[in-house]
C-alpha cells in the first residue's frame, strides 16, 4: 500500500514513470520513488512542485525517478537450458562462418551475471570472435557490471556453473571475473523504449524477466524493438511469462517452454536440432514465468506444514503457482493470498511454492512465518537428492532449495 504519497500525487507520478522506463506502476516500489525525491522534499520542494516538474519532464526528476525503478534480481547461468540450447545447437549453427565476429546482446543485464554468462559459454564453445552488449537502464547495475565482482548471491548453490567464469577465489565472498571473459563483454546504459544499442543486429539477444515488469503497451513496444534488432537467422531468448506466442516475423524453436524465437534465414537444420536437443522439460501453460521476481510483494501469511515424505510435485501445484505469480504480478494481492494458501493446502511437500510463501513473507516483515517456512525447506530440501530435479515456473534441483534455505537460515542467525 502506498504511504509514501498522496493518491493524485502517486498516481502521476507513477503515470511519468511508465510513460518514461515502459514499467507498470505496480512494480514501482513508492518507498524507492520516495528515497529518490526525499532530498528535494527535505529541501522545501513541494510534493505538488515535484509533481508539476515530473509532467514537464524535467531533467533531474526524471533521472532520480527512472533511476528508482531497478530489478537487479538475478544469477550466473539463470536457466541453465538457454546456455545448454547456445553450446549445444546455436553455436555449431556457426560453423559455416568461423571467422565471422558474432554480436550478443543481454537486454535489461541487471549487475551482469547473465553477460559473463554468455561469454563464457561461447569462449568454452570456441567461438573465436564474439561481443556480449549489456544493456540496463538503472546506473548502479552498470557499474556493478563493469566491476566484474559478484558475491554469493550471484552465484546461487544449487545451480550448477556450465563454465566457471571465475578466477580463483581470493577475498571470502566474492568472486572475479576472469579478465578474458571483460575483454569480451561491454554495458552500456540503455532503455529498452529506446531504439538498440550499437551494433543494431545481434545474432543473439537474452531479454528475460523485464517485460514482464512492463505496461502492456511499453511491453509490445519493447518487444517489436528487441525483434527488429535480430540479425537474419537471429534467436532471441525471453523467459516463460514474458510472451505469450511467437513474436511477428519469428518462429518459435526448441521445446515450448524455453520462449526461444528465430529470424528466419539459418539453414532449416537447426530448427530441426532444436527440436531434437531440447531438454525435456514439464509443460509450462502459456503466458507463463521463468521466476517470480525477488521477494515479491504479496501479503501472503503461509505456516509450515509438518514434513513428510518429499516428492516431486505434480504439473497441478505448478499451474496454480504460475496463476498466483500473475495475480501478483497485476499487483491482485487479495487472489494471489488465495491461490497460494489453496497450493499450500494442497500440495504442502511443493518447494518453489514453499518458497514463494517464505520470501513474501520475509518481504513483508513477517520475519517469524518466513523462519518458519526456511526450517520446513531445508529439512524436505535436504531429505531429497542433491540434483533431483524439482519442477517448478523454472525446474531446479533440490540442492538449490537446500542452499537458498540455508543462505537465509544463515543470515537471520547473524542478525
Do not use: K
Not at 16 to 30: K, L, M, S
Not at 310 to 319: D, G, I, K, R, T
Amino acid at each position: 500500500m502506498n504511504t509514501a504519497f498522496p493518491a493524485p500525487a502517486w498516481s502521476q507520478l507513477a503515470s511519468c514513470i511508465t510513460r518514461w522506463t515502459g514499467f507498470h506502476p505496480d512494480a514501482v516500489w513508492t518507498r524507492s520513488v520516495h528515497s529518490a525525491l526525499r532530498p528535494l522534499l527535505d529541501e522545501g520542494v513541494s510534493m505538488e512542485e515535484l509533481v508539476a516538474l515530473a509532467r514537464c519532464d524535467d531533467a533531474e526528476i526524471r533521472h532520480r525517478l527512472t533511476q528508482a525503478v531497478p530489478v537487479g534480481e538475478t544469477f550466473f547461468f539463470r536457466v541453465p537450458d538457454h546456455f545448454e540450447f547456445l553450446r549445444r545447437t546455436l553455436v555449431p549453427s556457426w560453423a559455416s562462418e568461423p571467422q565471422r565476429t558474432r554480436s550478443i546482446w543481454s537486454a535489461g543485464c541487471a549487475g551482469g551475471e547473465e553477460a559473463y554468462s554468455l561469454a563464457a559459454t561461447l569462449l568454452a564453445a570456441g567461438v573465436a570472435s564474439f561481443q556480449v552488449v549489456g544493456t540496463d537502464l538503472v546506473e548502479a547495475n552498470i557499474a556493478a557490471a563493469r566491476s566484474g565482482c559478484f558475491g554469493s548471491w550471484s552465484v546461487r548453490g544449487g545451480v550448477r556453473l556450465l563454465e566457471d567464469p571465475f578466477v580463483p577465489q581470493i577475498r571470502p565472498g566474492v568472486r572475479e571475473v576472469r579478465p578474458e571473459l571483460r575483454a569480451h563483454t561491454r554495458f552500456h546504459l540503455h532503455n529498452l523504449l529506446d531504439p538498440p544499442p550499437a551494433p543494431g543486429r545481434f545474432d543473439l539477444i537474452f531479454c528475460r524477466n523485464v517485460i514482464i515488469y512492463f505496461a502492456p503497451e511499453a511491453a509490445s513496444r519493447a518487444r517489436a524493438s528487441l525483434v527488429s534488432a535480430l540479425a537474419p537467422g537471429g534467436v532471441i531468448a525471453f523467459a516463460t511469462m514474458d510472451v505469450g506466442a511467437p513474436p511477428a516475423e519469428l518462429t518459435r524453436i526448441g521445446a515450448p517452454e524455453l520462449q526461444l524465437f528465430q529470424r528466419p534465414s539459418l539453414p532449416s537444420q537447426l530448427s530441426q536440432d532444436a527440436r531434437a536437443s531440447a531438454p525435456t522439460c514439464p509443460p509450462c501453460p502459456t503466458p507463463a514465468r521463468s521466476e517470480p521476481p525477488p521477494l515479491a510483494r504479496a501479503t501472503t501469511v503461509l505456516r509450515a506444514t509438518p514434513p513428510s515424505t518429499p516428492e516431486p510435485p505434480a504439473f497441478e501445484p505448478v499451474s496454480l503457482h504460475l496463476r498466483a505469480l500473475a495475480h501478483i504480478e497485476r499487483g491482485d494481492h487479495a487472489g494471489a493470498r488465495t491461490l497460494l494458501v489453496q497450493l499450500q493446502r494442497s500440495a504442502p511437500g511443493y518447494l518453489p511454492g514453499m518458497l514463494e510463501g517464505a520470501l513474501l513473507c520475509a518481504r513483508e516483515g513477517r520475519r517469524g512465518n518466513a523462519l518458519e517456512l526456511m526450517r520446513s525447506i531445508l529439512e524436505r530440501a535436504l531429505a531429497l537428492p542433491a540434483e533431483l530435479p524439482i519442477p517448478g515456473p523454472e525446474t531446479l534441483p533440490a540442492s538449490f532449495y537446500a542452499a537458498a534455505a540455508q543462505s537465509y537460515l544463515g543470515a537471520e542467525a547473524r542478525r
